[in-house]
């Protein structure tokens, strides 16, 4: 079965740094994601991205963020200046599109971020 | 977005089938249902969708009644490995163009032996 793949797995960086999550979404999907879900805490949409450029993004999604499709298969989320409070699971996603019909966004496994 | 209403936390125990209700009183008339289900520290996983009536697949059933405006996950016989967070989502095509799944706080299934 297709899946979407995150690397790393884990990301330890220190305070102020810039971090790039990695992603390889299902190969004839259309839309990308990026969520990140805080421990505890429920799944924030961060951000969705067709045709090469963002479609959506949520208010957490400011300028200390930014998305990339640098070639046809990856996707990256890029956190500048990061802060403690950007520590979080960060899920990438992807959809075949087609419809309102289609609902089912296929979740990578995730990156642990941990800033310290 | 629907707004989507379902409670914090179940108990269950093996074998037993579990319904998760969640209500969508607001719900459009193109928005589709879906649940999502998540093991600690992995990504959401899609169980199954549906617009209306009943819908089944090899993991769990949907019931829609008439009015939409809520629907009922059912997971047949379950078994400690279905101990999880479960998710409804209601909703269609965001402004974009985009479907954007978007997330509750969801029901805590908890299976015990």
């Known amino acids: 079965e297709p899946e979407v793949t995150q690397t790393p797995s884990h990301q330890v960086t220190q305070m102020g740094q810039e971090v790039i999550l990695r992603c390889v979404p299902i190969s004839n999907h259309l839309y990308f994601y990026w969520y990140r879900q805080i421990l505890g805490q429920k799944v924030e949409f961060l951000v969705s991205?067709?045709?090469?450029?963002?479609?959506?993004k949520s208010e957490i999604f400011d300028d200390q963020f930014s998305v990339e499709r640098p070639d046809g298969s990856n996707f990256t989320l890029k956190i500048r200046s990061t802060k403690l409070e950007d520590s979080a699971m960060y899920f990438c996603?992807?959809?075949?599109?087609?419809?309102?019909?289609?609902?089912?966004?296929?979740f990578g496994q995730g990156t642990r971020l941990t800033v310290v | 977005l629907a707004k989507t209403t379902q409670p914090i936390s179940m108990d269950s125990y093996e074998g037993q089938e579990v319904n998760i209700t969640c209500s969508h009183n607001?719900?459009?008339?193109?928005?589709?249902i879906t649940w999502y289900q998540q093991f600690p520290s992995q990504g959401p996983r899609f169980i199954i969708q549906?617009?209306?009536t009943k819908v089944t697949n090899e993991v769990a059933s949907l019931f829609i009644p008439a009015d939409r405006k809520s629907s009922t996950l059912s997971l047949p016989r379950v078994s400690l490995s279905d101990t999880a967070v479960y998710y409804c989502?209601?909703?269609?095509?965001?402004?974009?163009?985009?479907?954007?799944?978007?997330f509750g706080r969801g029901t805590s299934l908890i299976v015990h032996p």
């Open positions: 991205f067709y045709n090469n450029e963002i479609s959506e």
């Open positions: 996603a992807s959809n075949q599109g087609g419809g309102a019909w289609n609902t089912e966004a296929f």
């Open positions: 989502l209601v909703g269609a095509l965001a402004s974009g163009g985009s479907y954007i799944p978007t």
């Open positions: 607001n719900i459009a008339t193109n928005d589709y």
């Open positions: 549906g617009y209306k």
